[in-house]
């Protein structure tokens, strides 16, 4: 694993394919019974594609969350079970990136997306479960496997970047926080100081996106 501050990078994701990607190396050494998961995309690609992908030994879907258009994201959690998240026009008008941040606690069951810093309406998923640990993350394909399976139609194609992740659901201010990209304690997965291995046809270069930061 090459170990970076990748601030003001991203990784890029150039052709469809079955084998780019990027894995990250994770501290999640017990279950998460919550989480947040935030990161920047840029994509002009309109079918469904994976954004995250994290795979436990017992589950390849335990957590993943799916782009299937501009306005319609999918958070899958512990196998086949998901919800879909709409996001209205306004958010996406013009749209071919953005920054999502997306939580659920097991507690309660609610599940939450941000897109822009703007909240969606809350659903709920899986209440009562909890989010196997040591797994395999993965970024710009989708696991049918521990670490692989990869299917091409599945892949992403753009570029993704400021990827962090917590064990905990942030607060509102916090997510506006992270829009902004402002640090936050307490990661499980930072991009100031990833661990990661790029595979395929794929590669770190200066994100795009940055010039689109707000703030």
């Not at 013009?94 to 939580?103: P, R």
């Not at 709920?124 to 989010?131: A, I, N, P, Q, R």
């Not at 506006?176 to 770190?204: C, E, F, Q, T």
Request: contains cysteine; proline residues 3%; hydrophobic residues 40%.
């Amino acid at each position: 694993f090459l170990s970076s501050d990748l601030e003001g990078k991203a990784f890029v994701f150039p052709a469809e394919s079955n084998t780019a990607h990027a894995v990250l190396k994770t501290t999640i050494q017990q279950p998460l019974t919550s989480f947040t998961l935030c990161l920047r995309h840029y994509t002009e690609v309109n079918r469904a594609q994976c954004l995250f992908s994290y795979a436990s030994r017992r589950n390849d879907n335990e957590i993943v969350l799916f782009r299937n258009n501009i306005n319609d994201y999918r958070l899958y959690m512990g196998g086949l079970t998901y919800v879909t998240f709409k996001v209205p026009e306004t958010l996406t008008t013009n749209s071919i990136g953005g920054h999502l941040c997306v939580s659920w606690e097991s507690a309660t069951g609610l599940a939450e997306l941000w897109v822009n810093g703007q909240p969606l309406v809350r659903k709920s998923l899986k209440k009562g479960h909890s989010v196997g640990a040591e797994g395999s993350v993965v970024i710009g394909q989708e696991q049918d496997s521990f670490g692989g399976g990869f299917q091409a139609h599945q892949s992403f194609v753009g570029e993704i970047t400021d990827v962090y992740m917590w064990d905990r659901v942030l607060r509102p201010d916090e997510v506006v926080l992270a829009w902004h990209n402002h640090a936050l304690p307490d990661y499980l997965i930072n991009w100031r100081a990833l661990s990661y291995d790029i595979k395929g046809y794929a590669m770190v270069k200066p994100a795009l996106l940055s010039v689109y930061r707000a703030g």
